[in-house]
């Protein structure tokens, strides 16, 4: 059955696009209603979105009209990821999924994007028995874009999917080594595609036959690991050990990017790339494909992203001053009864200038009115929520110091987040720690990988993981005048680290988890401004 959507794309303001929340909810509840044999038999192990949002953030921006394959598509979680990314682009979307009931979901999910340049259209069929045919017939679309998570099944070697896949010359024993082998068919040179699939084709030996195909087709771009075996599936309780891979169809095999997370929270995200020889040694006759993963400490007791901001009792939120709800208590200048009003423009080269000549007031007065939106003198980590897309570092962090401020009360500007101990201030050095650890280059890269959007909520902020507050205190001790320059507060950090790591690694664990040498090739594709964020609320 085919259900084209397009001719709903004349309205788009009648449907809200299927957030991530949202489609989370869907894809649990369309998941407890499958026939539990039925979902066995056709791999129907739905993606949890903030997996599908990262796969989609691994695409490299583009302008040009996209035709993007989704083959098993199930309630359409990650043409969603997709589609969410990609919001500007004309596209047209071909998805795939046998499963009735499902498709119905999907149809759901494909209709809340509905709008101008973008057409939709659902195969309710067999995706190898449709592809086989168009492979075939020499014609068939061809894709700029594909983004899968296939079904998960052992094909019988005289099963008719077995015999249609040897007829286009794909010889291989999964369903998903075979979605995977014709989505590569479909796709035109330079097409990339993102994957979520188990990990055993990269060894053994009946999937060599698909690895030469991959091999010889495509350049590997990057391969995500999650460190758990079942964290990426969790709620579906499935064991098997998943990676996320991006293909480019034709292109020239550099280096390629490996990252690790624990889970799909992506907390303790990190990465690094590597020259394709250590991925698929020369001379390799199996063509087996290592993931070289990394004694990373990040997930440990002493890593840089090792502790919730829960955990180190801090809290972040965004400043509670609304310039233009509270006018009539604001100042230009400081007065009598006022207190400083701080916004980002107060910072220079990350030092305080203050009062700073500005259409911007400088001061609040300190009122009954106002008090509750002001915080008690204290240290302070303040960032900025929004930077400009030229801004060199997406994150950018300056310290309240008293004494550089002395006032009994400070109003933070809501363009602000606040890091503060239960509505107060910190010590000095946790402040400084602090700060110094989110300007790093490491938490930019942090950032641009899993937020494509210039904005840095405090939602951001809080899902990040930091240093322990031992650590944080080092780095705060460590923090000198001449600590604002960026190779300086990577040097600092990698310093410590490096420290952290020889006292506390156990043997194999001594090798450091961060090249900074590599800090530049990372995610340039994840700069788009259309870029998905994970865990947004
Ligand atoms: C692992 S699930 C993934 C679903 C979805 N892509 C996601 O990430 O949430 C695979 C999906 O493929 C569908 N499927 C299985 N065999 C298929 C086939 N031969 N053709 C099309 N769809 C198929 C299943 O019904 C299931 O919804």
Redesign the pocket.
Known sequence: MLVSLAKDCHNPSMRENATQDSIDAV?LDASRQLDPE?KSE??????PAAI?AFMASLFSATTRTIHLL?????????TNAFLTRFQDSTASVEA????PV?KMVLADTLASHARAGLASTI?N??????AAWNISMGGGVRFTHAI??????KIKSDSK?RYLLRDVGVETVN?YTA?LALAILLMEEGGEIVA?VPRSFCNGTYYRPFREQLLRSCAIEHIHVFEARNKAFSDDDVLQENIVVKLKKAGAQGEVKVSESHDSTFGDYHERALPFGQIVKDGDAERFIHIPVLAYAGDGAHGLFSHSLKELGIEVCTGPVVDFRLREHCRAVPESGTVPLIYAHHFSDGKLVYPKAHKKPNAILLAEETRKWLMPNGFYVLTKRFSSKEERRRVVAFVIDPSELPAPFYGFENHLNVFHIAKHGMDRETARGLALFLNSTVVDSHFRIFSGHTQVNATDLRQMRYPGHEQLLELGRLVTAETHDQAAIDRLIKEVETRWQSTYSKGARLELFFHHQNISTLAPNALSARSPALGHS
């Open positions: 894809r039925r056709f791999g129907q192990f739905m993606t599908a989704d083959a098993g598509a199930g309630v359409g979680s990650l795939w999924e046998i499963d499902l195969h069929s067999d995706f190898i028995e449709d899968l998570n296939p079904p998960y099944r999917h369903l979605f979520i």
